[in-house]
């Protein structure tokens, strides 16, 4: 795209300089025919590579647009399908459009670049075809401006927020209507815009530079109404209670606070459990192990959460084991979010479980130190990011930190699947990874057994989102198959 733009504005600035473009043609005072001179016949071979060049540029930029908005907008199929439709139609245009104006005087290619009286004799310059593919280019550049419009319309903003940034394509359509204004009074009017070009020019030009500077800030919650509906929707009672009783904050100001807390992680890491506010999911109290877990840690157990978060589920454990002995209690994250889970549950003085910051795949001296000591290990959200290898990896560092007794627990929830498969980002990125089934979760933790000599019992089950209190819409990015994967692991 930028060769063809840079060939385009080095060939006028060339013609420009050779007065053949900025100009006006000669006339007869007496007759007022033009008077052909050799730069009328220079101007014809300059005007038709400009035309030739600029329709493939033409074409390069639609279809940059569209695979930006592949890149932008991953969100469901039929996004994806019609996107790659529109690129096939635009691919298909330019190619009519190159060919079009190649075959303008038929087989007289050398009409082009030979003199003017040539290029009127054999050129049909005033064609319906032309009109075809003025029309059809608006067309086409309509359909690329408003094809994002209902995926902005669908985001978690406010009212305001979604007309702003719909504004940015408004603009985007004004460009074009000023390119249309144009081509009807060169075409059907005949105005002489031989000067007055550049005053479109300059309005359009105008116009792409304003778009950029007309985008609203990216902000997940600085405002209530850009996520109340939402965040009603998937507060548990459990938490909010838990945000009251053991927080201590009031009833009214819970809400906010939740708003406060999810800006500033996702300022951290913009994760998006973070933006749907999945860190008010307490899945460890739902998983069906938890009643023996409470009973096990009030005997003296240790426990560790792998990818702690904010630490909410360590806070519903703690309340839960009502003055027990928290020493046995460790958390580790990749990243430290637990500061931030100080602030969000207000115990900083009084929670005294051991946080710390180290990487599973590639664990440092704190966490090898706990290597053989931990009798539960929960681990949630974090095996649905990687690929196979690393979902080895991992499990095989678990099986590590457990300690080498029958009953040791390895449990967790994370994205599931009915049939294996990849998950890819978005479209030119690298990124993928494996969903797992329930029976291929199984296969993975049988060969984890037997590359570290060990024996589990694998308890696996899909959830839907409806079961854990959420929205399908929120997670229908990643696939209408993809659901919760509840699991529990045993060693034996």
């Not at 038709?48 to 600029?54: A, G």
């Not at 057994?449 to 929205?471: A, P, V």
């Amino acid at each position: 795209m930028y060769l063809c733009m840079w060939a385009v504005s080095g060939i006028i600035l060339d013609g420009a300089s050779e007065k053949f473009f900025g100009y006006h043609t000669q006339l007869d005072p007496e007759t007022g025919e033009e008077i052909l001179t050799w730069r009328e016949h220079r101007q014809v071979e300059f005007t038709t590579i400009v035309i030739i060049v600029h329709t493939i540029a033409l074409g390069f930029t639609k279809l940059s647009v569209v695979l930006l908005y592949r890149r932008l907008f991953v969100v469901n199929r039929q996004f994806n399908i019609w996107s790659a439709i529109l690129c096939v139609i635009i691919i298909l245009w330019t190619i009519s459009f190159f060919f079009a104006v190649l075959f303008q005087c038929g087989t007289h290619m050398s009409a082009f670049w030979t003199n003017g009286t040539l290029f009127a004799q054999y050129c049909d310059t005033e064609s319906w075809e032309t009109t075809i593919f003025c029309i059809t280019d608006v067309l086409v550049d309509f359909a690329i401006l408003l094809t994002p419009i209902p995926v902005v319309w669908k985001l978690k903003m406010s009212m305001g927020a979604r007309l702003a940034l719909c504004s940015v394509f408004a603009l985007g359509i004004l460009s074009v209507v000023a390119g249309m204004i144009r081509a009807v009074l060169t075409g059907i009017f005949e105005l002489d815009t031989e000067y007055g070009s550049r005053d479109l020019l300059a309005a359009n030009t105008i116009l792409v530079v304003c778009m950029a500077t007309t985008v609203p800030k990216p902000s997940v919650a600085d405002s209530k109404e850009k996520i109340s509906d939402p965040i009603t929707r998937v507060v548990p009672s459990k938490e909010h209670k838990l945000l009251e009783n053991y927080s201590k904050i009031s009833p009214e100001d819970v809400r906010q606070h939740i708003y406060d807390i999810r800006e500033k992680a996702w300022a951290i890491r913009p994760y998006p459990c973070t933006g749907l506010g999945r860190f008010l999911d307490n899945l460890l109290a739902q998983s069906p192990a938890y009643k023996d877990i409470v009973a096990r840690l009030k005997s003296g157990d240790s426990f560790i959460d792998i990818g702690c978060f904010l630490g909410q589920e360590l806070r519903q454990l703690v309340w839960d084991l009502n003055g027990a002995p928290t020493d046995q209690l460790h958390a580790v994250d990749i990243v430290n979010h637990w500061d931030l889970g100080y602030e969000f549950f207000r115990d900083k003085d009084t929670f005294k479980v051991d946080f710390f910051e180290d990487d599973m795949l590639q664990p440092r001296e704190k966490l090898k130190a706990l290597h053989g000591t931990m009798d539960v290990i929960l681990v949630n959200q974090i095996f649905h990011q990687w690929n196979l290898e690393n979902q080895i990896e991992g499990a095989t560092q678990l099986v590590k930190l457990s300690r080498d007794h029958p009953g040791s627990l390895i449990l967790g929830y994370q994205a599931g699947v009915p049939k294996q498969r990849e998950l890819l980002g978005p479209p030119g990125s690298k990124y993928r990874c494996l969903l797992q089934s329930p029976e291929t979760w199984k296969e993975v933790w049988d060969e984890v057994g037997k590359r570290t000599g060990t024996q589990w019992k694998t308890e696996s089950r899909l959830l839907t989102w409806e079961q854990l209190g959420n929205d399908p819409k929120e997670t229908a990015y990643m696939g209408t198959d993809v659901l919760m994967m509840e699991f529990v692991i045993t060693r034996e």
